[in-house]
């Protein structure tokens, strides 16, 4: 547990009130502690950690014998009072930027005049927000203000602290001259020794497990569920809309091939009936669409990626002690305000261009325009059979076009010009539908593919980051341990 603060705010009077003696020396006007204090209830095995923390031996204090006089609750207790954080001596800060990082209990000590300072609020407690449970803010030197002050200080801390996203840190207001406050100061050291001490007991167990049973281990090493990515695929998608990209995008190039494959003849008829304008219409709304889901995260809906993350935390981190079931949780969260905007960008690289047309349609369409021109021919054909057989007008015309029994061969003509041009649409748009489908599974694929390096990048990585460091942990716990 360590004490931070900056210059008169009584941090180490606080620390000599709880410690029981004056060990560290209290200065006012200028900074005094310039190398980290520590006092310790309860010696053994307390050399080490104090080496590694960097604690000189002259600034090492012991409550061992007053284990007797009510403290044994605070047996373990190693606690720090860290060189003034706004100290102006080389080193210094970098000392406490150090130390932040160690402890399990981060206790700020801030006075009325400078609670909100915004060198400590904006260098240590905004970056330290996704830990707030782990943070305690003292506002020391009570014994200034009246009732009436402290509840307004208190208030405005509270709605500060708020504001930065440290909901969950305690406050506590303090006197280092009066005593005031050092209860609820000692009580919250007492429960933070006890689970540390509980923390202690379950990594123990776990170790043990992992010792004797293989599967325990399997499961205690910290790896993620198995299927997470698969899982995170399958959401991320949903929330990206790729399935209805796909049907989208089938049905713009089912309707674009119409212009090509189509028969002119149904042209006409949907002309005359008033359909073909909906049909454009439809045609250019997909592709708004199309081009809207793919441009950006609109497509990309934040409550579902909130509630994958929250269901695939929930089976990874249960099983891990603390700090590393918090610290998993948050770093699979860690950037999902970013992830919205990164599905819509895969999504938009894996979108085919809007234009694009097979190499057959355009034979297909010569060949549907060369059968529309026979009808036409065959149309002509009877005109002019109808106007020199029937009309008998004038001129020496070939018997060709003057024979009225040629006629039922016109017509039979007609007809299959018109069976053969609809039975060539008609197969034809089956083989771009087929086509469109094949399409949209290849799009889908490759935008699952590319959600699944998102997935990776965003959200496993930064969680198989903790976890290994949790594997690591258990691994040098085993060496020590013996196990």
Excluded at 225 to 239: C, H, I, K, N, T
Excluded at 374 to 391: E, K, M, N, Q
Aim: with cysteine; proline share 5%.
């Amino acid at each position: 547990m360590a004490l931070a603060g900056g210059t008169g705010s009584g941090k180490s009077a606080l620390f000599n009130q709880l410690a029981g003696h004056d060990f560290s020396a209290v200065g006012v006007t200028r900074p005094v502690t310039r190398e980290p204090h520590a006092c310790v209830w309860g010696t053994a095995g307390s050399g080490p950690l104090l080496e590694w923390l960097g604690v000189p031996r002259r600034f090492r204090y012991g409550r061992g014998s007053a284990l007797d006089g009510g403290e044994a609750a605070m047996h373990g207790l190693i606690l720090l009072d860290l060189p003034d954080h706004d100290s102006v001596v080389t080193g210094d800060s970098n000392q406490v930027d150090r130390l932040v990082g160690m402890a399990d209990l981060m206790v700020w000590v801030l006075d009325p005049q400078k609670y909100a300072d915004a060198a400590v609020h904006r260098k240590y407690l905004v970056p330290l927000a996704g830990h707030s449970e782990v943070i305690a803010v003292v506002l020391n030197q009570s014994d200034l203000l009246s009732a009436a002050e402290i509840e307004d200080c208190v208030g405005d801390l509270r709605r500060l602290l708020d504001s930065e996203g440290l909901q969950e840190a305690a406050v506590v207001v303090t006197s280092a001259t009066t005593g005031a406050g050092l209860d609820q100061l000692r009580k919250l050291l007492i429960g933070a020794v006890s689970e540390r001490k509980a923390t202690s007991a379950r990594i123990s167990a776990d170790v043990e497990a992992a010792g004797t049973a293989d599967t325990d281990a399997a499961q205690l090493a910290g790896r993620m569920p198995p299927g997470s990515e698969e899982q995170l695929v399958d959401a991320f998608s949903r929330a990206a809309g790729v399935s209805a990209v796909g049907d989208a995008l089938q049905s713009a190039r089912e309707l674009r091939a119409i212009d090509f494959v189509g028969w002119p003849v149904a042209w006409v008829a949907d002309r005359l009936a008033g359909r073909d304008p909906v049909r454009k219409i439809r045609l250019g709304t997909l592709w708004t669409e199309l081009r809207s889901m793919s441009a950006g995260p609109s497509g990309a809906q934040q409550s579902e990626i909130d509630n994958a993350l929250t269901k695939l935390a929930d089976e990874a981190c249960p099983a891990l002690p603390m700090p590393w079931s918090r610290t998993t949780r948050s770093a699979l969260r860690s950037k999902a305000e970013q992830i919205p905007a990164a599905l819509g960008s895969v999504v938009g690289e894996s979108f085919p261009a809007e234009n694009t047309i097979a190499p057959w349609w355009r034979f297909v369409g010569a060949l549907q325009g060369l059968l529309l021109g026979c009808v036409i021919v065959s149309l002509a054909w009877i005109a002019t059979l109808l106007i020199f057989g029937f009309f008998h007008a004038a001129g020496n015309v070939p018997r060709l076009f003057s024979e009225p029994s040629l006629l039922p061969w016109a017509f039979i003509l007609i007809a299959a010009f018109l069976i053969l041009g609809w039975l060539t649409a008609a197969g034809c748009v089956n083989l771009v539908r087929s086509g469109a489908a094949r399409e949209r599974d290849r799009v889908q694929e490759t935008m699952r593919a590319k959600i699944g390096a998102v997935a990776r990048e965003m959200v496993l990585m930064p969680a198989e980051q903790e976890l290994t460091d949790y594997r690591r942990f258990l691994d040098e716990f085993r060496v020590v341990a013996g196990v």
